[in-house]
């Protein structure tokens, strides 16, 4: 599997923004998918992603309410649509995919095997 991640930009504090992961390969809807992100100077920082098969979603509280996570098997597509956007969340956000992990290693960055390129997203206060 290779992912794609696209749909950052620019937006205003209080705006929305909805993130891409585009994957190619087969079996897509059988990996477990996981976003992160990392602002300049710091660790990269889970904000959500779905077990194996996409049946259950975790998020990080720092987004919860605000983010949510969905996905189309049919177009090997994973979403993070982001409403409410705060200047907190600025940063460079990534997708990944493993056919391994397990639901409580989804917060885990090393337990993902196949990493997209990031997308910056940018929120103006």
């Known amino acids: 599997v290779q992912l794609q991640a696209y749909g950052g930009g620019l937006v205003q504090a209080g705006g929305s923004l909805r993130l891409s992961c585009a994957a190619s390969?087969?079996?897509?809807?059988?990996?477990?998918v996981g976003w992160f992100r990392q602002a300049p100077g710091e660790d990269r920082e889970f904000v959500g992603g779905?077990?194996?098969?996409?049946?259950?979603?975790m998020y990080a509280d720092s987004v919860k309410g605000r983010f949510t996570i969905s996905r189309d098997n049919a177009k090997k597509t994973v979403y993070l649509q982001m409403n409410n956007l705060r200047p907190e969340d600025t940063a460079v956000y990534f997708c990944?995919?493993?056919?391994?992990?397990?639901?409580?290693?989804?917060?885990?960055?090393?337990?993902?095997?196949?990493w997209g390129q990031g997308t910056l997203v940018t929120v103006s206060s």
């Open positions: 390969g087969r079996a897509f809807s059988t990996y477990a």
């Open positions: 779905f077990s194996r098969g996409g049946s259950v979603a």
């Open positions: 990944a995919a493993s056919s391994t992990i397990i639901y409580s290693s989804l917060r885990v960055p090393s337990s993902y095997s196949t």
